[in-house]
């Protein structure tokens, strides 16, 4: 069985995805996230990161379509314009974990942005 690009970043991502749920759920998570400002993050804020949950939820769905694992809500051409748009964003996100003060950041959240950001601009 050949485990493919969509496949490998759906897992990646997924892993943020649990990641953030874990800090919504109030969990001393938060050095993972926002240059490590938060060790839990506020109430506040965690309802901010549902609605990021979301979107991480739709992106994660996304690629599986576009590797042929789920079916399609949206046309081809529609969701590789998704699939890049996320992945620009995932590439940026490299960066931004790289510059971060926080040194659990920078060791767990950029190599699962980089690999999740590889595997979006394969799978487009």
Do not use: D, H
């Not at 965690?46 to 590797?67: A, D, K, N, P, Y």
Request: glycine fraction near 6%; proline fraction near 3%.
């Amino acid at each position: 069985m050949t485990i493919t690009a969509s496949l490998v970043g759906a897992c990646a991502f997924s892993i943020v995805i649990i990641l953030s749920v874990l800090i919504i759920c109030g969990l001393p998570l938060g050095e993972l996230t926002m240059g490590g400002q938060y060790k839990v993050f506020p109430k506040k804020l965690r309802m901010v990161l549902v609605s990021q949950l979301l979107l991480q939820i739709f992106f994660v769905i996304t690629i599986l379509q576009m590797g042929g694992y789920l079916p399609m809500w949206f046309s081809y051409k529609t969701t590789r314009i998704i699939l890049i748009v996320m992945a620009v964003y995932l590439s940026l996100n490299v960066l931004m974990n790289l510059a971060s003060k926080s040194k659990k950041e920078r060791l767990i959240m950029t190599p699962l942005s980089l690999i999740a950001a590889i595997c979006f601009w394969m799978t487009v």
